[in-house]
């Protein structure tokens, strides 16, 4: 199916490690992409690519792949990291899709 | 500096007309693909549409909610991309982003401009 499933909400306790995680069939094809959203502002790339991070982006925030599930996992969350993030991947037509999104809070 | 910036959200009744325009600025416009990218109010992201660059065909794609009612297009002289919105509906109500796709091999957007909030109400 053309859909990619992410948990509404997750949280991590300050300085410990959490995995948001990405599921559909089209990540058995194509990577995931990765953007974190803070409240009012655009979206920012975190991961792309196996695991690439763009220029800027702490080494923190890592990505990984099986099968048909993508996860960005941040090792050692700080409080700045509380944020929305989306998954991004391809449908069935080749089209970008992006997930529901997950709300990350850091307690 | 890598900028997008987008202009022309505003308010308008339903079956109305707008258009957007985003301003690229600190990368070569022309060989980019572009996209727009819409997320209602408390939403998550949606994407509309993409042009490719003229070497590439500077053909576009739509998604489904708005194949018909929505065009892209593009200014490389003006380095400007532009969303047209025709027949516009409630459920359009969103902030529309202008991003850069990097669609092959891989697939991810960047930059993102801040977005421009478009609000379809009588």
């Known amino acids: 199916s053309s859909e990619l499933t992410q948990d509404p909400a997750v949280s991590v306790a300050l300085g410990q490690t959490v995995r948001i995680t990405c599921q559909g069939d089209?990540?058995?094809?194509?990577?995931a992409s990765w953007y974190q959203q803070k409240p009012g502002q655009a979206p920012v790339l975190v991961i792309y690519g196996k695991n690439n991070r763009p220029s800027g982006i702490p080494d923190r925030f890592s990505g990984s792949s099986s099968g048909n599930t993508a996860s960005l996992t941040i090792t050692g969350a700080q409080a700045e990291d509380e944020a929305d993030y989306y998954c991004n991947s391809r449908d069935s037509s080749g089209n970008p899709l992006f997930g529901g999104g997950t709300k990350l809070t850091v307690l | 500096e890598v900028q997008l910036v987008e202009s022309g959200g505003g308010l308008v009744k339903p079956g109305g007309s707008l258009r957007l325009s985003c301003a690229a600025s600190g990368f070569t416009f022309s060989n980019a693909w572009m996209s727009w990218v819409r997320q209602a109010p408390g939403k998550g992201l949606e994407w509309v549409g993409r042009?490719?660059?003229?070497?590439?065909?500077?053909?576009?794609d739509y998604a489904a909610p708005v194949k018909g009612r929505f065009t892209i297009s593009r200014d490389d002289s003006k380095n400007t991309l532009y969303l047209q919105m025709n027949s516009l509906k409630t459920e359009d109500t969103a902030v529309y982003y202008c991003?850069?796709?990097?669609?092959?091999?891989?697939?991810?957007?960047?930059?993102w401009g801040q977005g421009t909030l478009v609000t379809v109400s009588s």
């Open positions: 089209s990540l058995r094809s194509y990577y």
């Open positions: 042009i490719k660059s003229k070497t590439d065909g500077g053909t576009t």
């Open positions: 991003t850069s796709w990097i669609a092959a091999p891989l697939n991810w957007f960047d930059p």
